[in-house]
């Protein structure tokens, strides 16, 4: 069926699979607020939301980029460009993903459907930022960041902000990645006037702001761990997503970026999910 067969183009598109990027560290949110496991019901309209938002914010994404990604030559095959999607069918999906996020949202607590435009105006806008400011890559961070500060809201209905220090991690840990991933677009957003840090810094001093963007997380999940009194497991997790971090960094240089993808794609969902893991396992622990 055409229908199925879009639907399934376009989860392809926004490659839906990674968004294990950020949900693991909302989950992160949501126990530090509960102190443990959020009940199944809490647990559940979470992750619809992430997901929800995630994939309205990548369909976006390709819908405002679709005619610059049409001039790239690493993005003329993607569906928009190629035409294998309509504007009209990626719309569309957009729409219903804001819609199941903004539903998702009013089954958690008053706060979170409230909130839920501004996270959404947070996620979409990014896509156009790049059009104006080179720190377009902590916007992006930032659209990730506050899944975890969402995930507290929607388990205790306020706001500790003990938990905007790993929004703050989320968010440069974001930032650092995206720097890398960028610098393949140097020559291109060159060209194109299109704003981004490697266009303005170079390859070389790129790759370096990045590792400063990393080295912030870390001090940022170890202050993290310290405010909420979390054990060995959690410093020890920290640790853990250094070495990654550090690992990561070791496969691209100025002069190879050709293990970039392994660097973005691998790497970064392996990061998130060792630090849940560790966060997660200290909190059941310790009752």
């Given amino acids: 069926m055409p229908l199925l067969r879009n639907l399934r183009t376009t989860l392809e598109m926004i490659k839906w699979e990674h968004s294990v990027f950020a949900l693991p560290f909302a989950l992160c949110g949501a126990m530090l607020a509960a102190g443990g496991w959020p009940t199944a019901w809490q647990l559940t309209w979470i992750i619809v939301a992430m997901v929800a938002a995630r994939s309205a914010a990548m369909a976006f994404n390709r819908l405002a980029d679709?005619?610059?990604?049409?001039?790239?030559?690493r993005t003329r095959t993607r569906a928009l460009p190629a035409g294998t999607l309509s504007r009209g069918f990626v719309g569309?999906?957009?729409?219903?993903?804001?819609?199941?996020?903004?539903?998702?949202?009013?089954?958690?607590?008053?706060?979170?459907?409230?909130?839920?435009p501004v996270a959404l105006a947070i996620v979409l806008l990014y896509s156009y930022t790049k059009?104006?400011?080179?720190?377009?890559?902590?916007?992006?961070?930032?659209?990730?960041?506050?899944?975890?500060?969402?995930?507290?809201?929607?388990?205790?209905?306020?706001?500790?902000?003990?938990?905007?220090?790993?929004?703050?991690?989320?968010?440069?840990?974001?930032?650092?990645?995206?720097?890398?991933?960028?610098?393949?677009?140097?020559?291109?957003?060159?060209?194109?006037?299109l704003h981004s840090l490697p266009r303005y810094l170079g390859i070389g001093r790129s790759l370096l702001l990045a590792r400063l963007f990393h080295a912030a997380m870390i001090?940022?999940?170890?202050?993290?761990?310290?405010?909420?009194?979390l054990g060995a497991l959690g410093l020890f997790g920290v640790a853990v997503v250094g070495l990654l971090l550090a690992y990561e960094h070791s496969l691209v240089s100025r002069h190879d970026l050709s293990r970039l993808n392994a660097a973005f794609?691998?790497?970064?969902?392996?990061?998130?999910?060792?630090?849940?893991?560790?966060?997660?396992?200290?909190?059941?622990?310790?009752?």
């Fill in 66 to 73: 679709a005619q610059i990604d049409a001039v790239n030559p």
């Fill in 131 to 193: 059009r104006f400011t080179r720190w377009s890559h902590l916007v992006l961070g930032l659209a990730l960041g506050v899944a975890p500060a969402a995930a507290w809201i929607a388990v205790r209905g306020s706001l500790d902000p003990r938990i905007l220090l790993l929004t703050a991690a989320v968010t440069f840990w974001v930032g650092g990645f995206d720097v890398l991933y960028a610098c393949q677009d140097y020559d291109f957003d060159l060209r194109n006037s």
């Fill in 92 to 116: 569309g999906f957009v729409t219903v993903a804001c819609l199941v996020f903004v539903l998702a949202a009013s089954q958690l607590n008053r706060l979170t459907l409230l909130l839920s």
């Fill in 219 to 229: 001090l940022l999940l170890v202050a993290l761990v310290l405010s909420f009194h």
């Fill in 265 to 287: 794609f691998t790497m970064n969902g392996v990061i998130s999910v060792v630090f849940f893991l560790f966060v997660a396992a200290d909190l059941l622990l310790r009752r």
